[in-house]
């Protein structure tokens, strides 16, 4: 491993890691951060794509967990926003969508993993994990996510 | 002299342009050779004009050529109209005798179509008898009328009954006995044909529809006895040459109809006709030409299958029923069943464009030039309805009926027919047949759900908001799974955190609750059921109609407003067939709202007490609206308008709305974008009566 990327890593293990979590559904995004608080994770929760861009700068948050329909800018859209201003965020997408489409446009933009409602919290915490202990994934590694029905 | 060499008329023929070269070579030639210029000033005069006229070139050119050139304005006319004139001249010879010479004019013009000058060969017709240069001049100028070769031999017994006939006195003049020149045309059938005659007497599709036919199938019905005449007197007798002046007809001003026996080698009986006048319009016949050219590419490419008709055949027969007095025309067809059969052969279809020749999967257009009997086939009745309405001078006729395609399918179409009004050319009535079949089938299985409406209601609704409920459900099913996993991990830890548990415990209960909740809604939109009126809010039906379709309107980023009345009163409905209606609307405006990529997208949503004192619900949304075309027609039965959005549930609303006693409207909204509103009433009668029924309702408030 490259001295540069261990080093970053270093940086990024010497703080605690920050999850958001976006879900215009109130019950769903307490229900969320209830089980990433009995695990010790902090996050910050917004009812809307929107709101999480408003607060966004590079570095702020270690992982972000969104559902894809609500009011306003899809978790699609916002994944594909988030690409396209060169942000490597891993996503984990949480969606009552089990469509073909939604899935293959979520994999085409580099979703860390796609987890279908209501979800087992085992898998979407195991998925969480592999997030954050990820480096910056190459350049290119855009769809290498790991894609799980949880 | 040999009779009109038709393969050359037809076609390319003889160039005018083939003597350009050989003009220096024509000192030597044994024709006359005259140019003139734009001014009418010879030219060129060389020496076999010399020999015919007498007068020298030198003292002819620099000359103005009218100056010799008596009585030949008509046929100049003809020359600059047609680029081309040949026919028999008499002009004076310098010893003051005339000449008699059978030329060939050809004017000449640049590419700007400006004239350069005029190409004159002739040649000596004077030791010809009278007969035989009238003979000579009329082939001459053969070319420039429609020219019909006729074979008379299939008409020689009816030639013949018509000439004891007339021995025993009982014919005088044909005119008046029309059943006999019928008969003669009948039986005279067409050898040859020129383009200008395809083009001027209906059969546009090509020679092949006119030869071997009666020459009274195409015949126009203003000379139809001039005709019989002119081939009774020439038919037997090669030496005669009959000319007569008819009165305007079609597309030809005071036309000069001549006919004579063809000479050998043609067989005895063959006639010569042909038919000479100017276009009865001032533009040259090549502009002619070209407007006909555009005309019917544009028929051509019309993107509906369109039949070109000469029905002049019925209006002759139909003047004739007229001057007979008879009025109610379907009961006379009725009893003269005959006619009707008789129409189907003489009224002729004379052009189709590429759209006909596919409905019909015929093979090529050739396939419909026929008479108009394939097309009633299918359709028994058809026909008479249509002469009917011909009859009766109505501008257009339209039906739904079926047709016969030549491979055997029978077609559902949408059969319109526009007839000609004088002074339109009447050889022209429009046929137009749109297949409606897919239509119809659509219909057919609409049809079939209709007949269980709610049923298809719920078809065309639950469709629509399945992944709504999907997403409303899950919600609470996520929360719950969710919060029980993560009570039980809290469980598990050494620091236990009971109130923590406690917390996440009532969660999962009330997100139980609001699913069964949930379930409780799908069943009442899920399940058939009759039309159960009771007083209800209608505020309170449009928050739950709203329930389904908020996923569908959120996932879109369109704004909701609402606007509700409080003070409405209540009305007597079917709550859930009234959430379908709200529904229903909702979706279309939805989905015209997306296909419309509009930057902002909104619905707003009120109820509102009207000035009746109805209730009204209003759906506005700003999407692209209703197409003006299709305003009138949203409602209709079996209407949709897939890209629109506007589904086959409007239908199904306005049932609803309708047994209620209410209604329903659509319109676009001056800014932009459809309103649809509905409107139910409020149950009068004795006050007392609606006080009860408020009470009951408050007491006994309706079961879900």
Same mark, same amino acid.
């Given at each position: 491993?490259?001295?540069?990327?261990?080093?970053?890593?270093?940086?990024?293990?010497?703080?605690?890691?920050?999850?958001?979590?976006?879900?215009?559904?109130?019950?769903? /995004?307490?229900?969320? *951060?209830?089980?990433?608080?009995?695990?010790?994770?902090?996050?910050?929760?917004?009812?809307?794509?929107?709101?999480?861009?408003?607060?966004?700068?590079?570095?702020?948050?270690?992982?972000?967990?969104?559902?894809?329909?609500?009011?306003?800018?899809?978790?699609?859209?916002?994944?594909?926003?988030?690409?396209?201003?060169? %942000?490597?965020?891993?996503?984990?997408?949480?969606?009552?969508?089990?469509?073909?489409?939604?899935?293959?446009?979520?994999?085409?933009?580099?979703?860390?993993?796609?987890?279908?409602?209501?979800?087992?919290?085992?898998?979407?915490?195991?998925?969480?994990? %592999?997030?954050?202990?990820?480096?910056?994934?190459?350049?290119?590694?855009?769809?290498?996510?790991?894609?799980?029905?949880? | 002299?040999?009779?009109?060499?038709?393969?050359?008329?037809?076609?390319?023929?003889?160039?005018?342009?083939?003597?350009?070269?050989?003009?220096?070579?024509?000192?030597?030639?044994?024709? *006359?050779?005259?140019? *003139?210029?734009?001014?009418?000033?010879?030219?060129?005069?060389?020496?076999? %004009?010399?020999?015919?006229?007498?007068?020298?070139?030198?003292?002819?050119?620099?000359?103005?050529?009218?100056?010799?050139?008596?009585?030949?304005?008509?046929?100049?006319?003809?020359?600059?109209?047609?680029?081309?004139?040949?026919?028999?001249?008499?002009?004076?010879?310098?010893?003051?005798?005339?000449?008699?010479?059978?030329?060939?004019?050809?004017?000449?013009?640049?590419?700007?179509?400006?004239?350069?000058?005029?190409?004159?060969?002739?040649?000596?017709?004077?030791?010809?008898?009278? #007969?035989?240069?009238?003979?000579?001049?009329?082939?001459?100028?053969?070319?420039?009328?429609?020219?019909?070769?006729?074979?008379?031999?299939?008409? /020689?017994?009816?030639?013949?009954?018509?000439?004891?006939?007339?021995?025993?006195?009982?014919?005088?003049?044909?005119?008046?006995?029309?059943?006999?020149?019928?008969?003669?045309?009948?039986?005279?059938?067409?050898?040859?044909?020129?383009?200008?005659?395809?083009?001027?007497?209906?059969?546009?599709?090509?020679?092949?529809?006119?030869?071997?036919?009666?020459?009274?199938?195409?015949?126009?019905?203003?000379?139809?006895?001039?005709?019989?005449?002119?081939?009774?007197?020439?038919?037997?007798?090669?030496?005669?040459?009959?000319?007569?002046?008819?009165?305007?007809?079609?597309?030809?001003?005071?036309?000069?109809?001549?006919?004579?026996?063809?000479?050998?080698?043609?067989?005895?009986? #063959?006639?010569?006709?042909?038919?000479?006048?100017?276009?009865?319009?001032?533009?040259?016949?090549?502009?002619?030409?070209?407007?006909?050219?555009?005309?019917?590419?544009?028929?051509?490419?019309?993107?509906?299958?369109?039949?070109?008709?000469?029905?002049?055949?019925?209006?002759?027969?139909?003047?004739?029923?007229?001057?007979?007095?008879?009025?109610?025309?379907?009961?006379?067809?009725?009893?003269?069943?005959?006619?009707?059969?008789?129409?189907?052969?003489?009224?002729?279809?004379?052009?189709?464009?590429?759209?006909?020749?596919?409905?019909?999967?015929?093979?090529?257009?050739?396939?419909?030039?026929?008479?108009?009997?394939?097309?009633?086939?299918?359709?028994?009745?058809?026909?008479?309805?249509?002469?009917?309405?011909?009859?009766? /001078?109505?501008?257009?006729?339209?039906?739904?009926?079926?047709?016969?395609?030549?491979?055997?399918?029978?077609?559902?179409?949408?059969?319109?027919?526009?007839?000609?009004?004088?002074?339109?050319?009447?050889?022209?009535?429009?046929?137009?047949?749109?297949?409606?079949?897919?239509?119809?089938?659509?219909? /057919?299985?609409?049809?079939?759900?209709?007949?269980?409406?709610?049923?298809?209601?719920?078809?065309?609704?639950?469709?629509?908001?399945?992944? %709504?409920?999907?997403?409303?459900?899950?919600?609470?099913?996520?929360?719950?799974?969710?919060?029980?996993?993560?009570?039980?991990?809290?469980?598990?830890?050494?620091?236990?955190?009971?109130?923590?548990?406690?917390?996440?415990?009532?969660?999962?209960?009330?997100?139980?609750?609001?699913?069964?909740?949930?379930?409780?809604?799908?069943?009442?939109?899920?399940?058939?059921?009759?039309?159960?009126?009771?007083?209800?809010?209608?505020?309170?039906?449009?928050?739950?109609?709203?329930?389904?379709?908020?996923?569908?309107?959120?996932?879109?980023?369109?704004?909701?407003?609402?606007?509700?009345?409080?003070?409405?009163?209540?009305?007597?409905?079917?709550?859930?067939?009234?959430?379908?209606?709200?529904?229903?609307?909702?979706?279309?405006?939805?989905?015209?709202?997306?296909?419309?990529?509009?930057?902002?997208?909104?619905?707003?949503?009120?109820?509102?007490?009207?000035?009746?004192?109805?209730?009204?619900?209003?759906?506005?949304?700003?999407?692209?609206?209703?197409?003006?075309?299709?305003?009138?027609?949203?409602?209709?039965?079996?209407?949709?308008?897939?890209?629109?959005?506007?589904?086959?549930?409007?239908?199904?609303?306005?049932?609803?709305?309708?047994?209620?006693?209410?209604?329903?409207?659509?319109?676009?909204?001056?800014?932009?974008?459809?309103?649809?509103?509905?409107?139910?009433?409020?149950?009068?009668?004795?006050?007392?009566?609606?006080?009860?029924?408020?009470?009951?309702?408050?007491?006994?408030?309706?079961?879900?």
């Amino acid at each position: 491993m490259a001295i540069r990327a261990m080093l970053a890593k270093a940086i990024r293990l010497s703080k605690a890691p920050v999850v958001a979590i976006i879900d215009d559904d109130e019950s769903v /995004r307490e229900a969320l *951060s209830d089980l990433l608080l009995v695990q010790d994770l902090s996050c910050r929760t917004f009812d809307r794509a929107e709101t999480f861009m408003a607060e966004y700068v590079p570095g702020k948050f270690d992982c972000l967990i969104t559902d894809v329909s609500m009011p306003g800018h899809s978790g699609l859209d916002l994944l594909q926003r988030l690409r396209s201003i060169g %942000s490597s965020i891993p996503v984990i997408i949480v969606t009552a969508d089990t469509s073909p489409t939604a899935r293959s446009r979520a994999i085409r933009d580099g979703a860390h993993a796609y987890l279908t409602k209501p979800i087992s919290s085992e898998a979407l915490l195991r998925h969480l994990q %592999s997030a954050l202990s990820q480096v910056s994934p190459p350049p290119g590694d855009g769809g290498q996510g790991t894609i799980s029905d949880g | 002299m040999a009779s009109p060499n038709y393969d050359a008329l037809t076609g390319e023929g003889e160039h005018p342009f083939t003597y350009r070269l050989g003009l220096q070579l024509s000192d030597f030639a044994s024709e *006359s050779v005259i140019v *003139s210029d734009a001014h009418g000033v010879i030219q060129y005069w060389n020496a076999a %004009s010399e020999a015919l006229y007498g007068w020298p070139a030198m003292a002819m050119i620099g000359q103005i050529y009218e100056a010799f050139r008596e009585h030949e304005a008509e046929h100049t006319r003809a020359l600059l109209r047609e680029g081309r004139w040949e026919g028999v001249v008499r002009r004076r010879h310098l010893t003051g005798t005339e000449v008699i010479a059978a030329v060939r004019q050809i004017a000449r013009r640049d590419a700007n179509g400006t004239l350069l000058d005029i190409v004159e060969f002739g040649r000596n017709a004077g030791a010809m008898s009278e #007969t035989a240069i009238i003979r000579l001049d009329a082939e001459l100028q053969g070319y420039l009328a429609a020219s019909w070769e006729l074979d008379t031999s299939p008409a /020689r017994s009816v030639l013949h009954t018509i000439g004891e006939l007339r021995n025993r006195g009982i014919i005088d003049d044909l005119t008046e006995h029309p059943e006999w020149v019928e008969r003669l045309l009948s039986a005279t059938r067409i050898s040859a044909v020129n383009d200008r005659t395809v083009r001027m007497f209906g059969a546009h599709a090509g020679h092949k529809q006119m030869i071997g036919h009666p020459v009274g199938a195409f015949w126009p019905a203003e000379s139809r006895s001039v005709l019989a005449t002119l081939l009774e007197a020439v038919a037997s007798d090669r030496s005669r040459l009959e000319v007569r002046k008819v009165g305007s007809s079609g597309t030809m001003r005071d036309p000069i109809i001549s006919a004579w026996h063809a000479a050998e080698p043609k067989p005895p009986g #063959t006639v010569v006709v042909t038919v000479k006048g100017a276009a009865d319009d001032d533009r040259t016949s090549w502009e002619l030409q070209a407007s006909e050219e555009r005309y019917r590419k544009l028929i051509q490419y019309l993107p509906t299958a369109l039949w070109q008709v000469d029905s002049r055949r019925a209006d002759e027969a139909f003047d004739q029923l007229k001057a007979n007095g008879v009025r109610d025309i379907a009961a006379y067809l009725d009893r003269n069943p005959d006619l009707v059969e008789h129409a189907k052969d003489v009224v002729r279809v004379t052009e189709v464009n590429r759209d006909a020749v596919s409905l019909f999967r015929a093979s090529s257009a050739a396939d419909l030039i026929n008479p108009v009997r394939y097309i009633f086939a299918a359709a028994p009745g058809l026909a008479e309805r249509v002469m009917t309405a011909h009859f009766e /001078r109505r501008r257009n006729f339209i039906e739904e009926t079926k047709v016969l395609a030549f491979d055997g399918t029978i077609i559902d179409v949408l059969f319109t027919v526009t007839y000609p009004v004088p002074p339109e050319q009447l050889d022209t009535t429009f046929i137009t047949m749109q297949d409606i079949s897919e239509r119809l089938n659509a219909e /057919r299985q609409l049809r079939k759900l209709q007949a269980d409406f709610t049923h298809a209601g719920r078809i065309a609704t639950l469709g629509e908001v399945a992944t %709504s409920i999907a997403h409303e459900i899950n919600q609470p099913l996520t929360a719950i799974v969710t919060n029980g996993e993560t009570s039980l991990r809290w469980l598990a830890r050494a620091d236990q955190n009971i109130e923590k548990v406690t917390q996440l415990t009532s969660r999962i209960v009330s997100n139980a609750r609001r699913a069964s909740e949930i379930i409780q809604r799908i069943r009442g939109m899920a399940v058939k059921q009759e039309l159960e009126k009771r007083l209800i809010d209608l505020n309170e039906v449009v928050e739950e109609a709203l329930l389904f379709s908020r996923h569908d309107i959120d996932s879109k980023s369109i704004a909701l407003s609402t606007t509700f009345d409080s003070g409405l009163p209540r009305v007597m409905g079917d709550r859930i067939q009234l959430q379908q209606v709200m529904i229903n609307l909702l979706v279309n405006s939805v989905q015209a709202i997306a296909q419309s990529g509009q930057p902002t997208r909104r619905i707003d949503i009120q109820t509102a007490i009207d000035d009746g004192g109805s209730v009204v619900f209003s759906i506005f949304d700003n999407g692209p609206g209703i197409a003006a075309a299709d305003l009138e027609h949203i409602f209709d039965r079996f209407f949709s308008t897939k890209d629109s959005g506007i589904g086959i549930g409007l239908a199904i609303c306005q049932s609803i709305i309708a047994a209620h006693g209410g209604s329903i409207s659509g319109s676009n909204r001056s800014n932009g974008g459809a309103h649809f509103r509905f409107m139910l009433p409020v149950p009068t009668g004795p006050g007392a009566a609606s006080d009860v029924a408020n009470i009951i309702q408050q007491t006994h408030p309706p079961v879900q």
